[in-house]
C-alpha cells in the first residue's frame, strides 16, 4: 500500500527524494549506449536501423518503408467505434489549434523602415510515435494535426513495428487522416537517429516531434546538438501526474487519474498532494483496489513504487510544492479551484475539476498531450501549432528612412569598432544613387 509522507515531518533531503523522478539523472551508460546507436545508423544507415530493430523490437523487417497502400488497406481495417473516437478527438484537436494560427506582423517603427515578422511552416517533419507495450494513435494526432493544418510539406511518421511487422489499424488510421506523406518502422534512439540524419530509405527531417522513454529523450537532444542536426520539440520522457486535492474531492476519481498515468510506463511517475489526511488514506484505499483491477497492473505497480500520496499543512503548501516539482500535467481537484489557479502556472498542462480527467487531454478535449516532462514546464511550453513554424524577420528602407536612422546606425557601429558595418551606411548615403533616388522620392512626379 502507498504509504502517507507528512511533508512537514521530511528532511530537506527526504522531501526532494519524495519528487525525485525516477530516470531524472541521465547515467554515463545511457549517454553512451545512444551515442552508439546515433553512429551506428550514420555509418549503416537501414541495416543497423533493421538489426537494431530485430534486437529491441524482436522483429525481423525486410525493409524499413510501410508503403502508403498498405497504411490505407490497414487503416480501413480499424474497427467503427476506433474510426469514431479519432474523429472526435480529430475534429477536437484540430479547433484548438487551429484558433492558434499566428498573424503576420507589418509595422514601420519609424517613417521609411518597414519592420516585419512572417511564418512559414518546416519543410520536412518528423514524427515519432512510441510504440512497445501500447498502440498510440493519440499521438499520431497530436502531431499529425499541427503538421497538417500548418502545411508542412513533407511529413515523416515512424514507430516500432508490432509483432507482425506493421502498424496498428488505429495508428494508419489517424495517420491518413492527418495526412502523413510517408511511414517507416523503427523505434527508440535508433529511429530519432534515422529521422535526424537519414538513411537510403528514409529522408532527413528538420525537426523531430513526439515522446518517449529516456532513450528516446536523450537521442533527440544528442542529434540536435550536432552540426547541422535538426531541431527538436521539446524534453518530453515519461509521463507524470501530480494532483492537488482536498476535502472535497471523489477518492476514486482522484486513484483513478494517478493510476491512469502510471499505467503508462514502469518509469512513469505520479504524486497527490492533500491537507486532508483523510482524503489521502481513501485515496490509499482506492489505489491498491483499482490496481488490482487493471490489466497492467505490474507495469503502473512499478511507476507506484516512485510515486507519493504527501499531507500538506495546507493548499498554499500544495502549491508551492507543485511549482517547484513543475509537473507535466497537474490536476487540480479542489472545491474552489479558481482561487489558485492563477498561482499555478509551472505545468505542462492543466486539469481543472472534479469532472475534468486528465485521459481527457490524452485523446480529446483538443490540447496536445505531447509537453515539457522532468521539471522543464519551468522554461519549456506545451507542444502547439507555432512549433510547425518557423518565424523570421523582414525590414525594408526607403531613401528617406537610412537618411533618418543613418546616423544612429554609424554612431553605434562606430562605438563597437566594426568600421564594415559603418561603412555599409556612410556608402550609401554618399553615393550618387541615393541622391537621385532620394530626389526622386521626394517628388514621383
Given at each position: 500500500m502507498q504509504q502517507i509522507l507528512n511533508w512537514q515531518r521530511l528532511s530537506a533531503e527526504q522531501q526532494a527524494q519524495a519528487l525525485r523522478r525516477p530516470v531524472q539523472e541521465t547515467s554515463t551508460a545511457l549517454r553512451e549506449q545512444v551515442a552508439a546507436i546515433i553512429e551506428a545508423i550514420r555509418e549503416r544507415g537501414d541495416a543497423a536501423l533493421l538489426e537494431l530493430t530485430a534486437r529491441f523490437d524482436k522483429v525481423a523487417?525486410?525493409?524499413?518503408e510501410l508503403p502508403m497502400t498498405r497504411v490505407r488497406a490497414l487503416a480501413a481495417q480499424a474497427p467503427e467505434k476506433v474510426r469514431a473516437a479519432i474523429d472526435t478527438a480529430y475534429g477536437n484537436i484540430r479547433r484548438?489549434?487551429?484558433?492558434?494560427q499566428p498573424s503576420p506582423i507589418s509595422i514601420d517603427t519609424m517613417p521609411g523602415v518597414r519592420c516585419e515578422q512572417r511564418f512559414a511552416p518546416m519543410?520536412?517533419?518528423?514524427?515519432?510515435?512510441?510504440?512497445?507495450?501500447?498502440?498510440?494513435p493519440s499521438t499520431v494526432l497530436m502531431l499529425g494535426v499541427p503538421a497538417q493544418i500548418a502545411n508542412c510539406p513533407t511529413r515523416v511518421l515512424m514507430s516500432p513495428p508490432n509483432q507482425a511487422g506493421e502498424l496498428t489499424p488505429a495508428i494508419c488510421y489517424a495517420a491518413i487522416k492527418c495526412g502523413v506523406t510517408s511511414v517507416y518502422l523503427g523505434g527508440?534512439?535508433?529511429?530519432?537517429?534515422?529521422?535526424?540524419?537519414?538513411?537510403?530509405?528514409?529522408?532527413?527531417?528538420?525537426?523531430?516531434?513526439?515522446?518517449?522513454?529516456?532513450?528516446?529523450?536523450?537521442a533527440k537532444q544528442q542529434v540536435s546538438q550536432r552540426a547541422g542536426g535538426p531541431a527538436i520539440d521539446l524534453p518530453a520522457g515519461p509521463s507524470e501526474l501530480l494532483v492537488i486535492a482536498d476535502d472535497s474531492a471523489e477518492p476514486a476519481f482522484v486513484a483513478a487519474d494517478l493510476l491512469s498515468q502510471a499505467e503508462h510506463g514502469p518509469d512513469s511517475q505520479v504524486i497527490c498532494l492533500s491537507p486532508s489526511v483523510a482524503l489521502l488514506e481513501a485515496v490509499q484505499k482506492e489505489l491498491e483496489q483499482q490496481l488490482n483491477a487493471l490489466p497492467r497492473?505490474?507495469?503502473?505497480?512499478?511507476?507506484?513504487?516512485?510515486?507519493s500520496l504527501i499531507a500538506t499543512r495546507d493548499l498554499a503548501e500544495a502549491v508551492a510544492i507543485s511549482e517547484a516539482y513543475a509537473p507535466e500535467h497537474l490536476s487540480i481537484q479542489l472545491s474552489d479551484p479558481a482561487q489558485w489557479l492563477h498561482q499555478l502556472t509551472r505545468a505542462g498542462s492543466v486539469f481543472v475539476g472534479?469532472?475534468?480527467?486528465?485521459?481527457?487531454?490524452?485523446?480529446?478535449?483538443?490540447?496536445?498531450?505531447v509537453l515539457p516532462t522532468y521539471g522543464f514546464a519551468r522554461n519549456y511550453s506545451s507542444l502547439g501549432l507555432l512549433d510547425f513554424y518557423r518565424r523570421y524577420?523582414?525590414?525594408t528602407v526607403t531613401p528617406a528612412g537610412?537618411?533618418?536612422?543613418?546616423?544612429?546606425?554609424?554612431?553605434?557601429?562606430?562605438?563597437?569598432?566594426?568600421?564594415?558595418?559603418?561603412?555599409?551606411?556612410?556608402?550609401?548615403?554618399?553615393?550618387?544613387?541615393f541622391q537621385r533616388d532620394r530626389a526622386q522620392e521626394e517628388s514621383p512626379e
Open positions: 523487417l525486410s525493409q524499413t484548438f489549434h487551429e484558433a492558434q519543410g520536412s517533419v518528423g514524427l515519432y510515435i512510441p510504440g512497445g507495450s501500447a498502440s498510440l527508440g534512439a535508433q529511429a530519432v537517429a534515422a529521422l535526424a540524419m537519414g538513411t537510403k530509405s528514409i529522408p532527413a527531417v528538420d525537426k523531430i516531434f513526439g515522446p518517449g522513454n529516456s532513450y528516446v529523450t536523450e497492473r505490474d507495469i503502473a505497480a512499478q511507476a507506484m513504487a516512485s510515486s472534479h469532472y475534468t480527467p486528465e485521459s481527457g487531454g490524452d485523446y480529446a478535449t483538443g490540447t496536445n498531450h524577420t523582414v525590414q537610412l537618411e533618418a536612422l543613418g546616423s544612429a546606425i554609424i554612431n553605434l557601429a562606430e562605438e563597437e569598432s566594426l568600421d564594415a558595418h559603418s561603412r555599409a551606411v556612410s556608402l550609401r548615403l554618399d553615393s550618387e544613387r
